[in-house]
């Protein structure tokens, strides 16, 4: 009942800043958890950071201080600031959708996700 759709990727030089959008259509974010993950080149999907529909927050440890997940109820969007970006960041980003989720950061917990974008940090 949720099509998400992600943009903002793109090509960055290490220590720049990028913002990740994150759009839903069907319904309302208002009573879902969103999670961002990644996918590096050659390894496999991990966490990144999620927000619970109670607005509790996680990060991992390699993104903490680093990054930030916030929410637009009224636009129904999700974004992820990125700051201080290292080449180890380079990925391909995927934002996903928990009904009634608390902010979790295993993957199968979540029911709908986006095609991914792909974000390049240059040295």
């Known amino acids: 009942q949720v099509q998400l759709v992600e943009s903002g990727g793109g090509l960055v030089q290490a220590g720049g800043s990028l913002r990740l959008s994150c759009a839903a259509s069907g319904r309302s974010f208002k009573n879902f958890a969103m999670g961002w993950f990644r996918q590096p080149p050659g390894k496999e999907r991990e966490f990144v950071a999620a927000r619970g529909w109670n607005s509790d927050t996680l990060y991992s440890d390699s993104v903490k201080g680093r990054f930030t997940i916030s929410r637009d109820i009224a636009k129904n969007t999700v974004y992820l600031q990125m700051n201080s970006l290292k080449p180890e960041d380079t990925a391909v980003y995927y934002c996903?959708?928990?009904?009634?989720?608390?902010?979790?950061?295993?993957?199968?917990?979540?029911?709908?996700w986006g095609q991914g974008t792909q974000v390049t940090v240059s040295s």
């Open positions: 996903a959708a928990d009904w009634r989720g608390d902010g979790s950061n295993r993957s199968w917990e979540y029911d709908y």
